[in-house]
Every structure is written in structure tokens, then in C-alpha cells.
């Protein structure tokens, strides 16, 4: 691999798969990488910024210490990060969907800047698609369910695994419809809209991880395309030409 990239995978050769005739193998770039990432140049990104300012700190639990949230927060993102570095067999065929399909607004926010109180708190991992509480919530690709429980700034968190190092990540819900361990189609609903954990109101959030990376949902929206286009040379002509989104090209 170019640079001598590192993979902590049990199964590199799970990572690559067929299409159309060819052997893809995915291969995301950090989010705050710049220059160079593993041998590969990068092309430089400006993310808009999302200025947040909260008055009062946020009370999410009603016992414990700061320092106890704060290690049940990093605790949870360490167990999270564990399941997102697992390899399976390719589940997945064809674009993913918007898991919403009766939503108020969706927010393209994927990689934006977030500042709170004047303070750069990270970036935007995903979109968020504000709907109605109780709006069904639609497996965006087929896969796995390997989380559906609740966490602290998720909430009612779910992810399903599709294989090939790519999983799906559903926050917020107020309602579950699948358990851990079970195999969901494409479009089956999974649970429902909601505000549960650190959230403002009714929205899901919507994310997707490659090989332990956030890579914009749009690209999964569109992987026919993407991929084809990938191969076909100059991907980001091809991909102006058929109207795609310039946002988030972090895959
Ligand atoms: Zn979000």
C-alpha cells in the first residue's frame, strides 16, 4: 500500500470487493488530514463553519460528576470505535437511501466546522435530517445491526455493519425497531426519529465510517457512480458532470 499505510484489520483482503468486474478497495483519508496522508496527496478542503453558542451548560444526566460523564463518554466512544475497525463480508449492492423519507429539512453538513462559544469543537461527522418525532427511520443499505442501545451524546444509537469496513450510524432515535445481531434489508425501517442524547430536537443524524473513518453519506448515496467514475479517470470531472454535490470529497 502506498506510504506503507497501517490497517489493524484481522482480514485485509475482506476490505477489497467486486465491482463490475473489478477489485475496489476502499481507502478513506481522516477528515483533518492535509498535504500528504499515508503517500497519498490531499487536496485542501475549506469546511463551512457552524457557529453554536449555549448559554447554560448542558445538564444530559441528572447524577454523577463532570469526570464521571466524561469517562462514560470516553469509554463509550472507545467501544464504538472497536466495532468500526471490525471487516465483514460485503452486505451491501448498490446506493444507499436517505433513511428519512418524510423529513422537514436536511443539512449537507457533513465535515462543517462546529464552534461553540467561539471554541473549534471538531467537525461534523455525518447529515442531519430534521423530521417529525416518531418518523420512521429506514436501513439506508442492507447489513447487520451491531449497536442498538443507548449512549450518552448519541442516544438511542444504532449502526449496522454492511460489510467491507462501511457502517451506517443512526442517531438519536426515540424508538428501536431492530436488536443487536439482526440482519436488516435495505429500506426496512429500524427505528424511529428522535432527540434522545445531545440534540436540539427531533433529527436524525445520519453518518457513515469506512474503515474507522467519517466519510460524507453522500458518497454512499451515489457509490455507483463514484466508483465508476473513480476508475474511469478524473473522478471529480465525471462527477461535476453528473451533478454531484463538490461537498465532503474525503473518500
Ligand atoms: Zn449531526
Not at 463532570?66 to 462514560?72: G, K, M, N, Q, S
Not at 467501544?79 to 422537514?104: A, C, E, H, N
Request: hydrophobic share 35%; glycine share 10%.
Amino acid at each position: 500500500m502506498p506510504g506503507g499505510m497501517i490497517f489493524s484489520f484481522d482480514k485485509i483482503s475482506d476490505l477489497y470487493f467486486d465491482f463490475d468486474g473489478r477489485k475496489i478497495f476502499f481507502y478513506p483519508v481522516p477528515l483533518t488530514a492535509s498535504r500528504v496522508w499515508n503517500g497519498v496527496e490531499i487536496c485542501d478542503k475549506d469546511f463551512p463553519v457552524e457557529r453554536i453558542f449555549i448559554r447554560k451548560k448542558r445538564r444530559s444526566v441528572k447524577t454523577g460528576s463532570d469526570e464521571d460523564l466524561a469517562l462514560r463518554i470516553k469509554n463509550e466512544k472507545e467501544f464504538l470505535s472497536r466495532i468500526y475497525t471490525r471487516v465483514s463480508q460485503r452486505m451491501w449492492d448498490g446506493d444507499f437511501i436517505l433513511p428519512v423519507k418524510t423529513y422537514k429539512n436536511i443539512k449537507w453538513n457533513f465535515g462543517y466546522k462546529r464552534e461553540i462559544n467561539g471554541y473549534l469543537a471538531g467537525q461534523h461527522k455525518g447529515i442531519d435530517i430534521s423530521a417529525h418525532t416518531g418518523t420512521p427511520v429506514l436501513a439506508s443499505a442492507s447489513g447487520i445491526v451491531v449497536v442498538a442501545r443507548k449512549f450518552t451524546l448519541e442516544g438511542n444509537l444504532v449502526v449496522i455493519d454492511h460489510g467491507t469496513g462501511v457502517f451506517s450510524i443512526y442517531a438519536h432515535l426515540s424508538k428501536f425497531h431492530v436488536k443487536e445481531g439482526d440482519f436488516v434489508r435495505k429500506g426496512q425501517i429500524i427505528g424511529r426519529v428522535g432527540s434522545t442524547g445531545r440534540s436540539t430536537g427531533p433529527h436524525l443524524h445520519f453518518g457513515i465510517k469506512v474503515a474507522g473513518l467519517d466519510v460524507d453519506p453522500q458518497i454512499f448515496m451515489n457509490i455507483n457512480k463514484v466508483l465508476l467514475s473513480y476508475y474511469n479517470g478524473n473522478s471529480n470531472e465525471t462527477r461535476k458532470k453528473e451533478g454531484m454535490r463538490e461537498e465532503g470529497k474525503s473518500l
